[in-house]
């Protein structure tokens, strides 16, 4: 299976300020999304995101708040911006891999805490 | 301040015993069924999956059963160790992947 990194892990960000998350593939998939995990809950789904062209989000999601970038096959990130402690969460990369069905695989996951 | 989340539902197990975690899906077009552990500090791991066309899978110690007629997913685990502490959670595909609020399994040495 795809082995799947993030940076940075963890993060302690100010409020108001914006964090970009990267996640990188060590080969190429189908499909890359991204979803949140807020403290104590299960993940949720921000957005599939799309190799060059815009995001695809879930209700409740918005461009402007989780701009998300997938310029090749292998690489995407997510931004997290004007943050409040409500987006204080894990923030996990999963993608899709071709003959391996339609389980997403995860990434390690960033832990963000805004303060 | 410090947000409080959701308490996750708690199973305890000696070591040794056999765990079953259960999982209650809401959409009766899924038909793909996914379990995933998610030790703390990492993201979730794939454990098994399961398609609608099938009522039983085994893989290495886990049993996965799907019960269609009342939308019903459960986990086995057998002869928990300690290393299978960590939350579990199913997933449901009726198109797009929806998760369930997932299980603590703790297991007492």
């Known amino acids: 299976s795809a082995v799947i990194s993030q940076k940075p892990s963890r993060d302690i960000c100010q409020r108001g300020t914006s964090l970009t998350i990267q996640c990188q593939v060590d080969?190429?998939?189908?499909?890359m999304f991204w979803y949140r995990q807020q403290p104590g809950q299960s993940l949720t789904l921000i957005a599939t995101a799309n190799q060059g062209s815009e995001a695809t989000y879930e209700s409740g999601f918005v461009i402007d708040k989780f701009p998300i970038s997938r310029p090749n096959l292998t690489f995407s990130t997510l931004t997290v911006s004007n943050m409040s402690p409500e987006d204080s969460s894990i923030y996990l990369c999963?993608?899709?891999?071709?003959?391996?069905?339609?389980?997403?695989?995860f990434g390690p996951g960033t832990r963000l805490t805004v303060t | 301040g410090e947000s409080v989340g959701l308490h996750l539902p708690t199973l305890s197990v000696q070591e040794g015993d056999n765990s079953i975690i259960n999982c209650a899906y809401s959409?009766?077009?899924?038909?793909?069924f996914i379990w995933y552990k998610q030790e703390s500090g990492k993201g979730p791991q794939f454990i098994i999956d399961i398609r609608s066309n099938m009522d039983k899978r085994q893989g290495q110690r886990v049993t996965v059963l799907l019960n269609k007629t009342v939308k019903h997913l459960s986990l086995q685990i057998a002869a928990t160790q300690p290393g299978d502490s960590a939350v579990y959670f199913c997933?449901?595909?009726?198109?797009?992947?929806?998760f369930g609020p997932g299980t603590s399994l703790s297991v007492i040495p």
């Open positions: 997933a449901e595909i009726p198109g797009k992947v929806i």
């Open positions: 959409n009766s077009a899924s038909d793909y």
């Open positions: 080969s190429q998939v189908t499909m």
């Open positions: 999963s993608v899709e891999v071709a003959g391996r069905g339609p389980a997403p695989y």
